[in-house]
T-cell receptor, first 108, second 114 residues
């Protein structure tokens, strides 16, 4: 069964405590993997697109990586303003599916 | 940032009534989408459009219809609202198809069906 999962469901970090979020997928023919950030009461905001295993993208404290079965969103020295829900989405065949998200809280 | 607006932002309606949600984009994007977001389910695609008058069903299209008469406008209609359609609805647009480029989302419409 084609599936996109994210772990953990929720994560609490102290400011400056680096960690990683995981997006795992079991789909055939991955065409692209997207990361979005969603703040409470707002729509998702695009962060990155990854197309092939081994690819990496960086933006400020965030770094996304991709393997054949999963993607990681690494957060280095997070700040309270990084608190949000992080969503991954995959495209495969003619499908485009979002994962359930990881809710990140960064405490000062 | 892509200019994409949804209206209304909040709506309460009664079971059995028709409801129309509106989405307007100013980026001249070809593709537009309607999603619903529910706890435990994430974002699920309802319908999408790949051009004026060209639309197709998504994962959860039953009970919904859409129309796109102009590039900038995409309407979602709940033909006869039910309590299971209580949700937050997001509109999005993208320059090309969902397979290739990122989507830009509106702020969402919180719909409550009582």
């Amino acid at each position: 069964e084609d599936q996109v999962t994210q772990s953990p469901e929720a994560l609490r970090l102290q400011e400056g405590e680096s960690s990683s979020l995981n997006c795992s997928y079991t789909v055939s023919g991955l065409r692209g993997l997207f990361w979005y950030r969603q703040d409470p009461g707002k729509g998702p905001e695009f962060l990155f697109t990854l197309y092939s295993a081994g690819e990496e993208k960086e933006k400020e404290r965030l770094k996304a990586t991709l393997t054949k079965k999963e993607s990681f969103l690494h957060i280095t020295a997070p700040k309270p303003e990084d608190s949000a829900t992080y969503l991954c989405a995959v495209t495969y065949g003619q499908n485009f599916v979002f994962g359930p998200g990881t809710r990140l809280s960064v405490l000062p | 940032d892509a200019g994409i607006t949804q209206s209304p932002r909040h709506k309460v309606t009664e079971t059995g009534t028709p409801v129309t949600l509106r989405c307007h984009q100013t980026e001249n994007h070809r593709y537009m989408y309607w999603y619903r977001q529910d706890p435990g389910h994430g974002l699920r695609l309802i319908h999408y459009s790949y051009g004026v008058k060209d639309t197709d069903k998504g994962e959860v299209s039953d009970g919904y219809s859409v129309s796109r008469s102009k590039t900038e406008d995409f309407l979602l209609t709940l033909e006869s609202a039910t309590s299971s359609q209580t949700s937050v609805y997001f509109c999005a647009s993208s320059r090309s198809g969902p397979l290739n480029t990122e989507a830009f989302f509106g702020q969402g419409t919180r719909l409550t069906v009582v």
